[in-house]
C-alpha cells in the first residue's frame, strides 16, 4: 500500500497511508486528513486504476498541484512525486513494488567466491566520475541521471518511499527482469524492502538471490558484475546462479557514511545482453547515493523525534508551574477554611471559600483546554442556538468579573441557528472572556460582547472587546501559539490556541486588532453551516461538483 508524508505544513511530520485502493485528502476528513486550514474539506483524492495510481482535484478552492504543476485533470502519480494542497506539502510514497511484493530467497551457497569477478568498482563519490578515456560520454550520461535521482529523492522523507522511488529510477535507466534493495537490520540480516520483477511469479514463490554474490559486495564493499554467470567457472558453487539461468547480473553495496547498509541487486535473463563496466559505475554510485539518501531520511525522523521530545519537556515545563500556582491556591483557600471550621467562625470560612472554588474551575478549564487541545476531534454538529450559548457564558463569566468589579456589556443581534458543537463553542467563548477578564483592571475594566450576522457572506461574527492595555505589535505574531503567554506563570498559554482551533474546527477563524494601550477585540468568525456540513472557507465559494453531491446525498 502506498503512504503519503507530510513534509511542510501544520501536519508536518504526520505519514498516512493509503489501504483501500483510494485516498480522500481533505481538511479533517478522508484518509490523509490535514488541520491546514487553506485546505478544501474535499479537496483531492488518489485513486488506483489499472495497477496505476492516479491524483485528480475536486473543485478545490486553492486548487491541487504535481510537481509544481496545477492539475487540470487526472495524472498519474508516482513514489517521490510532490503534491502541495494549500500550504501544504505531501509526497507519495508509491507502493514496495511497482508489479508485486515479491518474496525472496537468500540462497545459502557451498562455498564463498574466492577469485577476482568479471568487474568490481569500489563504492565511493568517485565510481561514476573517473570512468576511462573511451567512456567519457556515458560518464556524462551517467552524472545526468544522478543528478536527476539526487534532486527526486531529496525531499523524501520516508525510508519506502525513497527505496520505492530508487527502484523505479534504475529500471529506467538499467535493463533488468528483476530488481531487489535489501537492507540489514541490527542483527546484520538481510531484509527486502523494495522489488520489481518482470512477469508474475506463482504464488508463495520465493525468487532465489545468490548468497555468493551478496556476500561478496557485503564483504568487500565493492560493486560487483558477473557476467554470462552460467559459464564462469568462479561462480560455479553458486547454485542459485545456474537454478536461475542469470546471464547477467550485478550486484552493488548501500554505503552509509560509517558502513555498508545493504545492496542493490540487479540481473537479467535476455541472452543477448549483457551489463557493462559502465553501467556498473552507474549502478554503484546510485548504491552510494542511496547510502547517503537513507541516512538524511534517519537524521530526520530521529530530529522530528527529538521535537517531539522537546515540545513534550516544554508542554509539561509549562504547564507544571501553572498547576502548581493553582494547588497553592487552592492549598491556601483549604487551610483557610478548615481554620474557620475548627473555631467556628463561618463568615471567616465563606471569604475563604471562593478562594477554593475559584481554583477548582481553574483547574477544571486547565483540563478541558488540555483534552481540546491534544487531540483532533470532529465537531459533534447540530442546531445550535447563538444567542443561548453567548448567554451562558456571559453568566458563567459574571460572578468573576462582579468580583473584580468589572462589568461585561452584551449586543448582539438574534443570530440564525449554526450547525456546530454547542460545547466546543461554549469553551470557545469562555476562553475568550477569561483571557479578556485577565487583561483588563479591577474596578475600571469593561468587557464588552457583540454579535451579529453578515446575510452576505453567511457568516456570523462574535467580538471580544476589552479596554486593557492591548497587545505590544511584537507579541501579535504569537498569540495563538500554544503556552505562549504574557502573563507569566499566571496563565498557560492555552486558552487562545484552543479557542483558535475550535473555530477552525467548525471553518471558522479568529482575528484580533489590538493597539497598546487601546484594548483588544477578538472576532470570531463562523459559518452558519458549520465545518461538517458545507466547504465554505473564509468566504471561499464551494465548488459546484462538491455542493452537488451535498445536496443529492
Known amino acids: 500500500m502506498p503512504s503519503v508524508q507530510i513534509i ?22 478522508g484518509a490523509i486528513p ?9 479537496h483531492a483524492r488518489l485513486v488506483r486504476e489499472n495497477g496505476r495510481w492516479l491524483l485528480e482535484d475536486l473543485g ?50 557451498q562455498e564463498q567466491l574466492d577469485a577476482a569477478v568479471v568487474a ?29 535521482l ?43 524492502k523494495a522489488s520489481r520483477v518482470a512477469g508474475q511469479p506463482a504464488d508463495g514463490e520465493k525468487l532465489p538471490i545468490s548468497r555468493t554474490i551478496v556476500n561478496e559486495v557485503m564483504r568487500n564493499q565493492v560493486g560487483v558484475l558477473s557476467s554470462n554467470a552460467m559459464t564462469d567457472r568462479r561462480f560455479a558453487s553458486g547454485k542459485s546462479v ?24 540487479v540481473d537479467c535473463n535476455v541472452s543477448e545482453h549483457t551489463y557493462s563496466t559502465e553501467q556498473l559505475r552507474l549502478l554503484t554510485a546510485i548504491g552510494y547515493h542511496t ?68 481554583n477548582l474551575e481553574k483547574i477544571n478549564n486547565l483540563i478541558l483546554n488540555m483534552l481540546a487541545f491534544s487531540k483532533d476531534r470532529q465537531p459533534l454538529p447540530e442546531s445550535v442556538n447563538l444567542n443561548d450559548v453567548v448567554n451562558d457564558c456571559v453568566e458563567l463569566i459574571s460572578p468573576y468579573a462582579d468580583e473584580r468589579g468589572v462589568a461585561v456589556l452584551t449586543d448582539v443581534d438574534q443570530l440564525p441557528p449554526i450547525s456546530a458543537d454547542s460545547s466546543g463553542l461554549q469553551q470557545m467563548l469562555l476562553n475568550l472572556l477569561t483571557n479578556a477578564l485577565d487583561a483588563v483592571e479591577d474596578n475600571t475594566g469593561v468587557i464588552t460582547l457583540t454579535g451579529k450576522y453578515e446575510g452576505k457572506s453567511g457568516n456570523v461574527l462574535i467580538s471580544v472587546i476589552d479596554n486593557g492595555m492591548g497587545i505590544e505589535p511584537e507579541e501579535m505574531d504569537n498569540i495563538f501559539t500554544p503556552f505562549f503567554s504574557s502573563k507569566g506563570h499566571g496563565g498557560t498559554g492555552l486558552g487562545l490556541a484552543v479557542a483558535q482551533k475550535i473555530a477552525r474546527e467548525h471553518d471558522g477563524e479568529i482575528r484580533v486588532d489590538s493597539q497598546p494601550g487601546s484594548g483588544t477585540t477578538f472576532t470570531v468568525e463562523l459559518p452558519i453551516g458549520g465545518g461538517a456540513l458545507d ?19
Open 242 to 265: 545456474h537454478n536461475l539461468g542469470i546471464r547477467s547480473a550485478m550486484c552493488v553495496p548501500i554505503m552509509g557514511r560509517e558502513g555498508i547498509l545493504g545492496v542493490i541487486h
Open 150 to 192: 539526487i534532486a527526486e529523492v531529496g525531499s523524501i522523507f520516508n525510508v519506502d518511499a525513497l527505496l520505492g522511488r530508487i527502484m523505479e529510477k534504475v529500471f529506467a535507466v538499467v535493463r533488468a527482469d528483476r530488481g531487489f534493495i535489501l537492507l540489514a537490520d541490527e542483527d546484520g540480516q538481510l531484509n527486502l
Open 291 to 358: 547510502g547517503l539518501a537513507i541516512e538524511n531520511v534517519r537524521l530526520y525522523e530521529q530530529a522530528v523525534q527529538s521535537e517531539r521530545m522537546a515540545a513534550v519537556g516544554e508542554t509539561v515545563s509549562h504547564l507544571s508551574h501553572h498547576i502548581k500556582n493553582i494547588l497553592q491556591a487552592l492549598s491556601a483557600g483549604i487551610d483557610m477554611v478548615e481554620a474557620a471550621l475548627k473555631t467556628g467562625k463561618l463568615e471567616k470560612a465563606r471569604k475563604g471559600w471562593p478562594i477554593v472554588q475559584r
Open 60 to 109: 478545490s478552492a486553492n486548487g491541487t498541484f504535481l510537481n509544481g504543476s496545477r492539475l487540470g485533470r487526472q495524472m498519474t502519480v508516482h513514489g517521490g512525486d510532490q503534491i502541495r494542497c494549500g500550504t501544504s506539502l505531501l509526497i507519495f510514497g508509491g507502493e514496495l513494488s511497482d508489479n508485486i511484493q515479491a518474496q525472496v530467497d537468500l540462497e545459502s551457497d
Open 34 to 42: 490535514l488541520t491546514d486550514s487553506t485546505v478544501s474539506r474535499r
Open 8 to 29: 511542510e505544513g501544520p501536519d508536518k511530520g504526520r505519514s498516512f497511508e493509503v489501504t483501500e485502493g483510494e485516498g480522500l485528502i481533505g481538511r479533517r476528513n
Open 535 to 553: 466547504d465554505t472557507h473564509h468566504g471561499a465559494e464551494q465548488p459546484e461538483q462538491e455542493q452537488a453531491e451535498q445536496e443529492s446525498g
Open 120 to 148: 568490481t568498482v569500489p563504492s565511493n563519490e568517485d565510481s561514476v566520475i573517473i570512468p576511462t578515456p573511451e567512456a567519457g560520454r556515458q560518464a556524462i550520461g551517467n552524472l545526468r541521471i544522478l543528478y536527476d
